[in-house]
């Protein structure tokens, strides 16, 4: 998983703050889609409801750090890329078996054979090779799913360096929230979309690498927000009084509206927009 980086010789902290809190979605720093636990009314709100409303969002950073959210309550930064769960696993799988025409007709020509009017053969021979496949699949699909589940279970557990008020500790990628400020190091996964505050370059730069979302595998420059760069470390960035306003999320990787706004000591603001240049896209592997 070596989705963040720079050139070859070179290595970058980068300070990040989060933004969003999609997989797919871009903005700023982590937010999990999903937890992985079965909910009967999650189920139906996704299967009657399942274009839920995004909002915008504005973080202030520095001892007042506030979130406005619009009203909405974010999911966790888990990321759950399973397919069933202990309830859905066969019901699931068989309906994906039979909803092609060709398994449904040998399902029916077995079920026929119960008929003796119109049993033709021993159900045993209809039956028995049905039965066979449907093991066989049913065992393949619950080891692909342990895999997905092995490998969000590490994506989730994998640990990053988070920044607050009384100094610096481990978080979990799962435990991330929206208007976390995390240190992302080189070659490591970025967890979430963030937008770059500052990085160890003094030209305040970074290169990532974007082949899992878009195919590309040359790399792309990121610019961190200049007056934030300017600082000369990390932990003053606790101490500003900075505003960072990111649109709604969406599915469009190559677009980010966003602001910021910083309010200095004596009472100078310096203002800006923020573009696809200065966030970094979630990358899950």
């Known amino acids: 998983m070596k989705d963040l980086g720079t050139s070859p ?6 300070q990040t703050t989060e933004i969003t809190n999609e997989v797919s979605t871009r903005s700023s720093q982590i937010h999990p889609l999903s937890t992985g636990k079965f909910s009967l009314a ?18 202030k950073i520095g001892k007042c750090a506030t979130l406005s959210t619009g009203g909405t309550k974010f999911p966790v930064n888990a990321v759950c890329n399973t397919k069933y769960n202990i309830l859905t696993f066969v019901p699931l799988v068989l309906f ?6 060709i398994n449904l007709y040998f399902l029916l020509i077995a079920c026929c054979q119960f008929i003796p009017a119109i049993r033709t053969e021993d159900p045993l021979t209809y039956w028995g090779p049905l039965a066979f496949v449907l093991t066989i699949t049913l ?10 589940l092995w490998r969000d279970n590490e994506i989730n557990n994998e640990t990053y360096e988070k920044l607050t008020l009384i100094g610096s500790c481990k978080v979990k990628s799962k435990d991330i929230k929206v208007g976390d ?3 992302i190091h080189k070659d490591k996964r970025i967890p979430s979309d963030v937008v770059l505050l500052r990085t160890t370059e003094k030209a305040g730069t970074c290169f990532v690498r974007t082949d899992q979302l878009d195919g590309e595998k040359d790399w792309k420059l990121r610019v961190s927000i200049p007056p934030i760069q300017a600082l000369s470390d990390n932990g003053q960035i606790l101490n500003m009084n900075c505003e960072i306003y990111a649109d709604k999320p969406q599915k469009d990787i190559h677009a980010f509206i966003g602001t910021y706004k910083i309010v200095e000591s004596d009472g100078k603001i310096i203002d800006g927009s923020l573009s696809v240049e200065n966030v970094l896209w979630q990358i899950l592997f």
Request: hydrophobic share 40%; net charge positive; proline share 5%.
């Open 96 to 101: 994906q078996q039979f909803k092609f025409f």
């Open 42 to 59: 999650l189920c139906l709100r996704n299967i009657f409801n399942p274009y839920q409303k995004r909002y915008p969002r504005t973080i």
């Open 181 to 183: 400020l995390v240190v």
């Open 9 to 14: 010789s070179k290595e970058i902290h980068t």
């Open 139 to 148: 065992i393949k699909e619950a080891i692909d799913d342990a895999v997905r």
